[in-house]
């Protein structure tokens, strides 16, 4: 960690008393630059750390990932893996570690960040003191945070089950933070065990064995002393496992038992067995194998690796042998059927795949995609391709179910529908028309999306690739509600507008301008409903639908596609413009549905790590971005190290890209991020002036003409105070237009 990262002790603001404050290594970091210390921490038999700076450690530690890793983060499963990498690479650099101790380090970090967490419920929570003041890194928005989770009845419920849990410890011990391998140096000074009644007893031999030392250390860990200076075993329970201890030494002694692996003094005296976790008596860390050594097998004998796959080539054989008869006799029953069958003047289809002694016919171009000795004709495909979706009927078998459109994998950009992976035995499709019977049918891949096939008409789905036939057969649709069963050749003039035709057409709009009447008329001309437009321009594909773009011409609610189409036109404004300070992010990477979705969370903050380390010379980001189905713009100041928020419904929110935000800020300044004096990104939300708006679905609208006046404006001024920028008023009709008449030209270019 830098100095600056550092916290001074700090003091309730209630009292003048002094207090402690926050460890930050400030003594340790100049006991090693005046006496020229070499950082060096050791490891012991077990592979945990140990040695005369083992506590330095420890604190240097605490110190390195309390101030990393969000105290709101659930556990230390869904932190950030770049995030541990950062924290890793300060130790190393710091104590001259390998890697091959990278493990154990984030192990130990992991309970550091817990304890802290646990310290802060039990000095501030409880107490109603404020961390703020004391942990300067603890912003006030995390701390309400903190608080209010610690205090829901869910985490009542979890420490409740904790507490419980822990009132089975029936030996407590007393070895504080330092653990067994500090307090083992102690006691070859002072053993507590010479001090105990009945201690005399003992054999000092066996007291100092390899064999019996964890089970003696177990007692020393639960010994105190009075005020005498005497030590004692506080506990009645403990104090009958030592007096076990010693009968069953007497046992070694004189023969009469032998103790085998962790079958040990300990164990019986304990009455309970080692479990496969931690060893009893050693510390945190070390497992059963690495105390007692690796167990024996419980077989009379042991089979070599030579003999097991001896006896596994014995067992294909004779499987193989066993199917191929069966298939023998398979095909001489299917052989004679098909002769007798030619015979009487029958003949059927299934006869065409046969060659002449039986086999499946190699110059056969089959329906499937996946059948039998073909290639996956389905994941070569270049361009999107029509094709009819089917399913498994149980009687009928392969049913099909829809149209649709087939789009090819994207290797690059990954393939994801609705950020979720498409598995590798699937396919991405449109679903264009279903057929009407199949309307409430479920999907083959369900999704949380759609339920139905019906539902999913005119959206982007997973389908088996074995189910997916490529060319489009006719499909009766005459049944399917709202069928257009006009002849394809007619085509319609637009009408003017405010017309009883226009009215009634599926992508009227009483305020279309000429662009969008154009990108209408187009529309229609074509017969496109159902259709899905591919946008291609550096990088990822955007695959935008008819619905899509029905919804931009009624100025309803806008899809991800939308947004991202005019994020591109915003760009080729950049550039004609000579502007190159902007760089854009893409919505569909920011998409957190709720705070638990941790790989999205994860996802988001990867993306925007890579993206503003991609970007760290640029002074802007725009990043159209949708929580809770409504649409906002934030701004990245880069030169600020500032999110500005426009929403057009301005209020506090629970911004769930606050944490991605965070880490990425951390992981972005060390390969050469602008840091300006902050240790996270600024957010400034309410307190951002922009248009409001009236209506309740049109949020894309008002953040299109944001990131629009966005660019202009910082043409005009590039030191513009964004808090005041944009204003509060109300947009007028035609400012709406203006954008959409933008993004309808530049779809129609580029796309149509």
């Known amino acids: 960690m ?13 009292s003048n008393k002094k207090t402690r404050g926050p460890t930050v290594c400030k003594k340790l970091k100049k006991r090693i630059e005046n006496q020229n210390l070499e950082c060096q921490i050791n490891f012991d038999e077990y592979g945990q750390p140990c040695g005369d700076m083992l506590k330095d450690f420890t604190i240097y530690l605490g110190s390195v990932v309390r101030f990393q890793v969000d105290i709101n983060l659930e556990s230390w499963d869904v932190v950030n893996q770049g995030l541990k990498d950062v924290i890793w690479d300060d130790i190393k650099n710091r104590w001259k570690l390998d890697d091959s101790r990278k493990k154990i380090v984030l192990e130990k970090a992991a309970k550091q960040w817990r304890d802290f967490k646990g310290k802060l419920t039990k000095n501030f929570l409880r107490t109603g003191k404020d961390p703020c003041e004391v942990y300067h890194f ?14 829901s009845e869910e985490f009542k419920a979890i420490s409740d089950k904790a507490k419980k849990s822990q009132q089975h410890n029936e030996h407590v011990h007393f070895l504080g933070p330092s653990g067994y391998r500090a307090k083992r140096t102690k006691w070859s000074i002072e053993d507590p065990i010479a001090g105990l009644e009945n201690s005399e007893s003992l054999d000092p031999s066996i007291l100092s064995s390899d064999r019996s030392v964890r089970s003696y250390d177990w007692v020393r860990a639960r010994t105190k002393k009075n005020d005498k200076g005497e030590y004692y075993i506080p ?27 962790h079958d040990d003094i300990l164990s019986r005296a304990l009455g309970r ?5 931690r060893v009893r008596g050693v510390g945190g860390g070390a497992k059963i194998k690495d105390v007692f050594g690796p167990g024996k097998s419980k077989q009379s004998g042991v089979i070599s690796m030579d003999e097991l796959a001896t006896i596994t080539q014995e067992i294909t054989k004779k499987v193989q042998k066993e199917c191929d008869e069966k ?27 046969l060659d002449d002694i039986g086999n499946p016919r190699q110059d056969i171009v089959r329906s499937s995609c996946q059948s039998v000795g073909e290639q996956d004709h389905i994941s070569e495909l270049k361009t999107p391709t029509l094709c009819r979706l089917c399913v498994i009927d149980m009687v009928k078998g392969r049913v099909v179910v829809a149209r649709g459109t087939v789009f090819p994998s994207n290797n690059e950009g990954g393939n994801l529908i609705h950020n979720n992976p498409i598995a590798p035995q699937n396919i ?27 539902n999913a008409e005119g959206s982007f789905v997973q389908w088996p690739k074995d189910l997916v036939m490529l060319g489009q057969d006719p499909i009766s649709l005459e049944n399917k509600k709202g069928h257009d069963k006009r002849s394809k050749d007619v085509v319609t003039k637009p009408e003017s507008k405010g017309s009883a035709t226009q009215k009634n057409k599926g992508l009227g ?6 662009n969008c009447r154009s990108l209408r008329y187009l529309l229609e001309q074509s017969n496109a409903k159902g259709t899905t437009f591919t946008f291609e321009q550096d990088g990822e594909p955007i695959y935008v639908t008819y619905e899509d773009v ?7 609610w806008l899809n991800i596609p939308i947004l991202e189409i005019f994020s591109k036109y915003i760009g080729k404004l950049c550039k004609e413009l000579n502007d190159d300070r902007f760089a854009f992010m893409s919505p569909s990477r920011l998409v957190i549905n709720h705070k638990r979705e941790y790989n999205r969370i994860e996802d988001a903050t990867q993306y925007m790590t890579q993206f503003l380390v991609a970007n760290k010379d640029k002074r802007f980001i725009i990043a159209p971005y949708i929580q809770d189905d409504h649409w906002m713009l934030l701004l990245f100041c880069l030169d600020e190290s500032v999110i500005y928020v426009f929403d057009s419904l301005r209020r506090e929110r629970d911004i769930r890209l606050t944490t991605p935000a965070r880490t990425a800020f951390k992981l972005y300044v060390p390969q050469g991020g602008k840091r300006n004096n902050r240790k996270e990104f600024l957010w400034s939300h309410t307190d951002v002036q922009c248009p409001q708006q009236e209506g309740g679905t049109e949020c894309g609208f008002f953040v299109m003409r944001y990131m629009y006046e966005v660019v202009k404006l910082s043409q005009k001024n590039p030191n513009i105070n964004w808090k005041e920028g944009l204003g509060l008023r109300r947009y007028l009709k035609k400012e709406i237009n203006e954008v959409r008449e933008l993004w309808a030209e530049y779809f129609t270019v580029e796309c149509l």
């Open 138 to 151: 603890i912003s006030r928005e995390q701390w309400e945070i903190y608080k209010t989770r610690r205090q």
């Open 235 to 261: 506990n009645s329970q403990t104090k009958e496992v030592f007096e076990k201890m010693g009968e069953l030494q007497k046992q070694v002694v004189d023969g009469s038992w032998t103790p085998k692996g």
């Open 2 to 14: 830098d100095d600056e990262d550092n916290v001074p002790s700090g003091s309730s603001s209630g």
């Open 428 to 454: 991405r499709v449109s679903v264009d028309d279903v057929v009407p019977e199949f309307q409430q049918a479920p999907l083959p891949v369900p999704c949380n999306e759609h339920e139905t096939i019906g």
């Open 550 to 556: 029905d919804q931009f011409l009624k100025r309803s």
């Open 273 to 277: 067995k080692e479990h496969g976790g």
């Open 327 to 353: 298939l023998e006799i398979m095909n001489t029953k299917l052989q004679g059927m098909f002769h007798h069958l030619k015979q009487i003047g029958l003949s059927l289809p299934e006869d065409n795949f």
């Open 509 to 514: 709009d009483e305020n279309s301008t000429q």
